[in-house]
């Protein structure tokens, strides 16, 4: 199995900031097979990147994803107010399909 | 507009059994491969068991194995997922979440998601 480690745990920052998130995969992700996905209090995920750097439907060019192999990033460019939420990120190229235990990002 | 909508989460003892249901509309659903993802409460998600188009196969997360059972009707448009033996550490949200292929040999990550609905399991 592998097993998915996001960093930081919380990020604390400001409207209009950068984030910048890490997800590091225990063995490599065959053909980038990794997907991002935004989770609100009350609310269900939201995928926002797939295929590692592949923007979903609908979802602002702000959210980026890059990475291969072992080491993945979600970018947030400027922070919009509706993006303060908890970010996971998931492998989907072995099984069992595994979340990393996501990344709060919060208001400073 | 494709919507899921998980029914038949409730309180149940330690070893009794649950049926979920989750209904889909505004997509082809025998097009899709779908699974069950769960969420306990304040902690991340796991995956829990997905089938394909025709129902021919599923797979399961090792903890739910012999105890879990998921399956599809196309005519209803439904996704189910029959739980038994049920313990303490199955207490969840549990969403029913389409799954979206990629690539040659088709990997699947979770396109959308159903809102979910809550099992406990405790006396």
């Known amino acids: 199995e592998i097993v998915l480690t996001q960093s930081p745990g919380t990020l604390s920052l400001s409207p209009g900031e950068r984030a910048t998130l890490s997800c590091r995969a225990s063995q490599s992700v065959s053909s980038s097979y990794l997907a991002w996905y935004q989770q609100k209090p009350g609310q269900a995920p939201r995928l926002l990147i797939y295929g590692a750097s592949s923007r979903a439907t609908g979802i602002p060019d702000r959210f980026s994803g890059s990475g291969s192999g072992t080491d993945f990033t979600l970018t947030i460019s400027r922070l919009e107010p509706e993006d303060f939420a908890v970010y996971y990120c998931q492998q989907y190229g072995s099984s069992p399909r595994t979340f990393g235990p996501g990344t709060k990002v919060n208001l400073k | 507009e494709v919507q899921l909508v998980e029914s038949g989460g409730d309180l149940v003892q330690p070893g009794g059994s649950l049926r979920l249901s989750c209904a889909a509309s505004g997509f082809t659903f025998s097009d899709y491969c779908m699974s069950w993802v769960r969420q306990a409460p304040g902690k991340g998600l796991e995956w829990v068991a997905n089938i394909k188009q025709d129902g021919g196969e599923k797979y399961y997360v090792d903890s739910v194995k012999g105890r879990f059972t998921i399956s599809r009707d196309n005519a209803k448009n439904s996704l189910y997922l029959q739980m038994n033996s049920l313990r303490a550490e199955d207490t969840a949200l549990y969403y029913c979440?389409?799954?979206?292929?990629?690539?040659?040999?088709?990997?699947?990550?979770?396109?959308?998601w159903g809102q979910g609905t809550l099992v406990t399991v405790s006396s």
């Open positions: 979440a389409r799954d979206r292929g990629m690539g040659v040999i088709k990997k699947y990550y979770f396109d959308q």
